[in-house]
């Protein structure tokens, strides 16, 4: 059986060495820098305190000092290509730097620039140079661009979408119609619209637009007022409603007729990258739960001697653990596997939203009834649990991930998974060095499938010496088996169960799938580990309570863990507490 390595080899720039380590680097200066700037968040004097951001939060703002700090810190060149003039090389690095404004505020991530980094996607992908230079302008000037795809009426349905750019005499087009439910829509100075330009049925009806708000007519439009809503209130969710506004030729992106195309491919990379960023906000509310759980005495013992307290709080734990392992392989992904990212990205955007919202669900049980107070030392907990489920909606909800895996099942069951070569070990490396970004060469879809391929050769290849290693190769097995069968269920699926309107078993197998995608990530970046500086990533018991959580989920019947396991992965999230270290693959120092 081939490793990764011996299928495919390393990619050039990637890997470990000197590339690497100038790399992480530069990764791990730019997050010490802005976890520097935002200070420790339980301070109620620091500048971005969770004191501070819940007043804003109880305003409907974003924290205006956390604007003015990213402000200082040129956030929008994390968003910007280094060949654009900003930051940007690795989505990785990136979903590193903005976990730790999300650690204390969602809706100041995707307020201040996430939502620019989603629109940016679709020009950094197939925009002409004139518009890069105007959108690097924009950005690096402090300025912000919305994006809207879709619109009320039609849901994630978008092809169907009323919004029109029609061809205009002598040049160019009108834009008519409304779109609703745009961050930042009042204060962007350009938007992405994705706009029908042609009344034809089909994938080829509709365009990308970039519309510069400087050379609009401001008499032929206006931005509708602005939404209340329960999640993320500082954002600034409004709408836009076109009456014949001229945009000259050059503002279509890329090839009239190829929005859809284009809009599936900026999602592969926006997908992989946004639900990575939002640990931080379950980060922050496990260290908060942790705290509570070690000062709040019942029964004459503190909280977190109570066994299933402390089982909770080591699961939460775990699920950040796998959560980052799937965003890790689906960002470093887009730079070895561009031409498979499209499922990999559906994938980490269905799953990790909810492993992350399960997981608030289960501490908020551990907290009681503080987890309503919307103020005091437990009232961020609140506002992340308010803020979170967002994640799963944004430009695509859960179902319209799992209909983007569907119906590329039964191709790879025939084509990958079981022969396919496996991925190489660098995909795995949370640290290593990666190439460029390849904008252009993201596909939609390819009928291969090297993460999971990677899973099978990991089988033959695990120790099996120690009780948790062997705790890992039996619960691999399993997985291996599950993929056996979900390649049968796939290979049988009827025609009609491989669209967007299949019955729920489909659905249920890309939810089976993305499990197992999640195994395979945790598996490979463990044998990455190994051997390594991270005792904890290279000690297989966070592994083997990993695929047991897992196995869980999958309904499989599970034998007993070591009991070493799951003393380990507690005596970790007590070591990340006190010595205020980040819950994910990273083990960052944090402020507070």
């Known amino acids: ?60 703002e974003l924290s205006a000092e956390g604007e003015r700090i990213l402000d200082g810190l040129v956030l929008n060149a994390d968003f910007v290509p280094k060949e654009d003039g900003g930051r940007l090389e690795r989505v990785d690095t990136l979903v590193r730097t903005m976990r730790q404004v999300f650690r204390r505020d969602i809706a100041l991530g995707l307020g201040y620039g996430v939502t620019s980094f989603m629109a940016a996607v679709n020009i950094w992908t197939a925009g002409s140079a004139r518009q890069r230079r105007r959108l690097a302008e924009i950005l690096l000037d402090g300025g912000k661009v919305s994006v809207a795809y879709h619109e ?98 050059g503002a279509l992106v890329g090839e009239e007729g190829k929005g859809v ?87 980490v955007k269905y799953l990790v939203p909810k492993l992350l919202v399960e997981a608030m669900y289960d501490l908020s ?43 590329q099942l039964p191709r790879l069951a025939r084509r990958a998974w079981f022969s396919g070569q496996p991925a190489p070990d660098a995909l795995f490396d949370p640290r290593g ?58 290979l049988a699926l009827s025609p009609e169960d491989r669209t967007a309107l299949a019955s729920p078993a489909s659905f249920a197998l890309a939810d089976r799938y993305a499990v197992l995608l999640a195994a395979a990530s945790a598996i490979g970046v463990w044998r990455r580990a190994r051997g390594g500086d991270d005792a904890f990533l290279a000690d297989p018991s966070w592994l083997a309570a990993v695929l047991h959580r897992l196995a869980g989920r999958l309904g499989q019947q599970r034998p007993d863990l070591p009991a070493g396991c799951e003393a380990r992965v507690h005596e970790e999230v007590l070591r990340r507490y006190r010595e205020r270290r980040s819950y994910d693959l990273y083990d960052t120092p944090i402020a507070g």
Request: proline residues 5%; aromatic residues 6%; charged residues 20%.
């Open 433 to 490: 060095a990666l190439p460029g970004l390849p904008f252009g060469e993201l596909a939609l879809a390819s009928g291969r499938d090297g993460l999971s391929a990677s899973l099978v050769a990991a089988v033959d290849q695990l120790p099996s010496g120690t009780p948790e290693e062997r705790a890992v190769h039996a619960l691999a097995l399993r997985m291996m088996d599950e993929l056996r069968q979900l390649q049968e269920h796939s």
């Open 152 to 249: 009320l009426a039609h849901g994630n349905d978008f092809v169907r979408n009323e919004f029109r750019a029609d061809p205009r005499e002598g040049g160019g087009y009108l834009l008519s119609g409304a779109k609703q439910v745009i961050n930042n829509a009042d204060r962007a100075r350009a938007w992405v619209l994705f706009s029908r330009t042609s009344d034809a049925p089909g994938s080829r009806s509709h365009s990308v637009v970039f519309a510069d708000r400087e050379t609009l007519d401001q008499d032929s439009y206006r931005v509708l007022p602005r939404y209340d809503a329960v999640g993320v209130r500082g954002c600034h969710l409004s709408g836009l409603d076109f009456a014949g506004t001229p945009v000259p030729a």
């Open 1 to 60: 059986m081939l490793t990764g390595t011996e299928a495919r080899g390393t990619p050039a720039g990637a890997g470990g060495g000197p590339a690497a380590n100038a790399q992480e680097a530069v990764a791990a200066a730019r997050v010490a820098d802005i976890e520097d700037r935002l200070g420790d968040p339980t301070d109620p004097a620091g500048p971005l305190s969770h004191a501070h951001i819940l007043e804003a939060d109880e305003a409907g």
């Open 261 to 347: 195309e284009l809009a599936l491919k900026a999602f592969q990379i926006t997908r992989s990258a946004v639900p990575g960023m939002a640990l931080g906000a379950t980060d922050t509310s496990l260290r908060t739960v942790v705290g509570f759980a070690l000062g709040r005495q019942l029964y004459r013992k503190s909280v977190m001697d109570i066994p299933h307290a402390r089982s909770t709080l080591s699961g939460a734990f775990l699920d950040l653990l796998v959560s980052d392992c799937l965003s890790l392989t689906a960002t470093r992904a887009v730079h070895l596997l561009p031409d498979e990212t499209s499922v990999y990205a559906a994938a």
């Open 365 to 407: 049980i551990v907290l009681g009834a503080r987890f309503y107070t919307r103020e005091g030392e437990y009232g961020i907990f609140q506002k992340h649990v308010r803020d979170l489920p967002v994640l799963s909606l944004g430009h695509a909800g859960s179902a319209a991930c799992q209909a983007t895996i569907i119906p």
